[in-house]
């Protein structure tokens, strides 16, 4: 946290256009969101404006700072924002890299963990079933700890489900003996 607040006063008087404040003000929302969330909310939305409007072009940079955006808000306990922002990000990861980009399978898992703690359990299912696990199997192997991750999700989305059939909680307790084997 000092650091962010030290490269953030070293650059706060260059202007707007200067690539280093715009690192600066990362820094310092990055440091602030773990403990202090509401604190890290105005400079992690400033920065995602700032870097929209001067470096637009710089996609990973973007996508970083959404991602700690997103994660923030639900910080705050606002995961119906998240939900909506983790959304854009998965749509730019899978537009700019693909379906079996490591990236891509990340931020899709995080698209899912919001979208199970939103209730959206049957979608979680199609999403990682469909789409998630397909591109990790192929891309990453089974064994890999992102693949066991999205297993995990699913397992999850399938016994927190408030309706769920003894077939669903059967099937989740299968892939979780898979994932701890």
Same mark, same amino acid.
């Given at each position: 946290?000092?650091?962010?607040?030290?490269?953030?006063?070293?650059?706060?008087?260059?202007?707007?256009?200067?690539?280093?404040?715009?690192?600066? =003000?990362?820094?310092?929302?990055?440091?602030?969101?773990?403990?202090?969330?509401?604190?890290?909310?105005?400079? @992690?939305?400033?920065?995602?404006?700032?870097?929209?409007?001067?470096?637009?072009? $710089?996609?990973?940079?973007?996508?970083?700072?959404?991602?700690? %955006? #997103?994660?923030?808000?639900?910080?705050?306990?606002?995961?119906?924002?998240?939900?909506?922002?983790?959304?854009?990000?998965?749509?730019?990861?899978?537009?700019?890299?693909?379906?079996?980009?490591?990236?891509?399978? @990340?931020?899709?898992?995080?698209?899912?963990?919001? =979208?199970?703690?939103?209730?959206?359990? $049957?979608?979680?299912? %199609?999403?990682?079933?469909?789409?998630? %696990?397909?591109?990790?199997?192929?891309?990453?192997?089974?064994?890999?700890?992102?693949?066991?991750?999205?297993?995990?999700?699913?397992? =999850?989305?399938?016994?927190?489900?408030?309706? #769920?059939?003894?077939?669903? %909680?059967?099937?989740?307790?299968?892939? =979780?003996? $898979?994932?701890?084997?």
């Amino acid at each position: 946290l000092a650091l962010g607040w030290a490269a953030w006063k070293a650059y706060l008087g260059r202007p707007e256009t200067d690539q280093y404040q715009c690192l600066a =003000m990362h820094g310092l929302g990055s440091a602030l969101r773990p403990s202090r969330p509401k604190e890290a909310l105005p400079v @992690l939305e400033t920065n995602l404006e700032l870097r929209r409007r001067r470096w637009s072009h $710089d996609h990973h940079g973007l996508l970083v700072t959404q991602t700690n %955006l #997103a994660t923030c808000l639900d910080d705050l306990g606002r995961p119906d924002e998240a939900l909506v922002l983790r959304r854009e990000i998965y749509a730019k990861h899978l537009a700019l890299h693909g379906a079996a980009h490591k990236s891509t399978i @990340l931020n899709g898992n995080n698209l899912a963990c919001s =979208m199970r703690k939103e209730g959206h359990f $049957d979608e979680v299912k %199609l999403f990682v079933r469909n789409q998630l %696990l397909p591109a990790a199997r192929q891309s990453l192997g089974s064994d890999h700890a992102l693949t066991l991750k999205l297993n995990q999700n699913l397992a =999850m989305a399938l016994s927190k489900k408030p309706e #769920a059939t003894r077939d669903d %909680l059967l099937a989740a307790e299968s892939i =979780m003996q $898979d994932v701890v084997q």
